[in-house]
């Protein structure tokens, strides 16, 4: 299977506008690209100090703009104007939400989206946040979104759905619609550690990792390595490690990027990038989603033409 492509969408500035949102989802659909990607913050507190796993500096530069629009709504509004785009969730925080209500606008999504969803999950990093939601407790993260996935597959698979649980009970309900996708729609689990392989390998359909950036470089080598260990996991789950895959979200640096230093992966020309994309694929990877966010739109739309015309053509 080709290596297949997503890119991020705008979450503050002006782009994250309801039109020019529209405008790059549309481009997107129409270039070919398999996914787009969002974010989830529902608020920011006004001072964090828990550390920022993707920055060198643990510090959240995102927290001056704080402007973030709510996840999974902005996804079906852009489901309503793309065709065939999936939609991803990137990721969603599991624990901030009401497993029973995340379940039923992740289902709602997916049948208006025509199935076209797949969910990103991860545990979260910011405990202020927690705090300010009233979600469970922070240290409690990682057991609460295992078990809230089992409660999701429960919801979307059964007819009679049934749970009983630490963080979350329910029987004699109706939950309808189920979602389009069957069993349920894909599940990529986010984060590097052993404890986020082993639950992709576990309740997931695959693990969605972030790299080539300084705090988490994730040289291929590396990425062949947790590969490795994320399918152990799954033959001790007693699944087959091949249902699984890679998606890797990445920066994309401008072609004429040459900084001081070791030339930085996906800068360059277009074949080094070419090489790059070659070289992940090998390692295991799927899937890279790139951020191309662009200051102003016309930015934003000529990054995905360059893209698709140069990198994914050539793919």
Known sequence: ?????????????????????????????????????????????????????????GRFHGGNAAEFMEQLTLLTFLAGITQNIRLVPSVMIVPYRNPLLAAKILATLDVLSQGRLTLGVGVGWMEEEFEALDAPPFAERGAVTNEYLRAFKELWTSDN????????????????????????????????????????????????????????????????????????????????????????????????????????RFSGAVEQILQDVQTYADAGVNYIIFDIRGSDLNQALERLDWFAAEVMAQV
């Not at 986010?190 to 994730?218: F, N, Y």
């Open 161 to 264: 759905p049934t749970f009983e649980g630490r963080y979350c009970r329910f029987s004699g309900i109706h939950f309808l619609p189920k979602p389009v996708q069957q069993p349920h729609p894909p599940i990529w689990v986010g984060g590097q550690s052993r404890r986020a392989l082993r639950r992709a390998a576990e309740l997931g359909d695959g693990w969605h990792p972030v790299g080539a950036i300084p705090a988490t470089p994730l040289e291929p080598e590396e990425l062949a390595q947790n590969v490795a260990v994320l399918h152990r996991y799954a033959e001790t789950a007693g699944r087959d490690p091949a249902e699984l895959e890679v998606s890797m979200k990445a920066p994309l640096y401008d072609v004429s990027d040459a900084g001081a230093g070791p030339r930085r």
């Open 1 to 57: 299977m080709p290596m297949r492509f997503g890119f991020y969408l705008p979450n503050n500035g002006p782009t994250a506008q309801p039109e020019p949102l529209a405008a790059i989802a549309r481009r997107g659909d129409e270039l070919g690209f398999h996914c787009m990607v969002a974010g989830d913050h529902i608020l920011v507190p006004r001072e964090v100090n828990s550390a920022y796993p993707y920055t060198a500096d």
